[in-house]
């Protein structure tokens, strides 16, 4: 399409184009983007508290954005707004126990989904948007239980797990 024809006609979005050059400013990426799992052995899960889930492996994480080794939480360098997701499997056995998954952010609870849970194996899961500003802000995987003693977490491998990314703006 011509210039002279854009600067004299509207353009109809209906429309197919064919660029022949570059095209810049439409679009975006969506990273940094991330989705960690606890690998191995099922994590130990303590009644009455909030445990931080030790997320320890990566399927990928596009910006290194996230300590799987030491503190399990995700810090992204670059701000905006992001889509977090946590999934949780829970065995209570055949007690009936109340099992609350949270999302927090700078160590404050910003997404909580409790559930009233009748026995046996279950999965579990919690999403949020969240404004991180790209320097200092992280997010972190939490699990609530009241079974009266401990738990573990279930599934184990890539069943557990937290994921994010940002959000084209």
Same mark, same amino acid.
């Given at each position: 399409?011509?210039?002279?024809?854009?600067?004299?006609?509207?353009?109809?979005?209906?429309?197919? @184009?064919?660029?022949?050059?570059?095209?810049?400013?439409?679009?975006?990426?969506?990273?940094?983007?991330?989705?960690?799992?606890?690998?191995?052995?099922?994590?130990?899960?303590?009644?009455?508290?909030?445990?931080?889930?030790? $997320?320890?492996?990566?399927?990928?994480?596009?910006?290194?954005?996230?300590?799987?080794?030491?503190?399990?939480? $995700?810090?992204?360098?670059?701000?905006?707004?992001?889509?977090?997701?946590?999934?949780?499997?829970?065995?209570?056995?055949?007690?009936?126990?109340?099992?609350?998954?949270?999302?927090?952010?700078?160590?404050?609870?910003?997404?909580?989904?409790?559930?009233?849970?009748?026995?046996?194996?279950?999965?579990?899961?919690?999403?949020?948007?969240?404004?991180?500003?790209?320097?200092?802000?992280?997010?972190?995987?939490?699990?609530?239980?009241?079974?009266?003693?401990?738990?573990?977490?279930?599934?184990?491998?890539?069943?557990?797990?937290?994921?994010? @990314?940002?959000?084209?703006?």
């Amino acid at each position: 399409m011509a210039i002279d024809k854009i600067q004299s006609e509207s353009i109809n979005l209906a429309d197919n @184009f064919a660029f022949t050059g570059t095209v810049t400013g439409a679009g975006g990426v969506n990273t940094p983007a991330f989705r960690v799992y606890r690998s191995s052995s099922a994590q130990t899960i303590s009644s009455g508290s909030n445990v931080k889930i030790q $997320f320890n492996s990566e399927t990928y994480d596009t910006d290194n954005a996230f300590d799987s080794s030491t503190n399990y939480r $995700f810090t992204p360098q670059t701000s905006g707004k992001y889509f977090i997701h946590f999934q949780y499997g829970h065995n209570s056995g055949t007690a009936h126990t109340e099992i609350s998954l949270k999302i927090f952010k700078n160590g404050s609870a910003i997404a909580i989904k409790t559930n009233n849970h009748a026995g046996g194996t279950k999965m579990y899961e919690v999403s949020s948007t969240v404004s991180l500003n790209g320097s200092s802000d992280y997010i972190e995987a939490y699990v609530y239980h009241n079974y009266g003693s401990d738990r573990s977490s279930d599934y184990g491998s890539e069943n557990v797990y937290l994921e994010g @990314f940002k959000i084209i703006e």
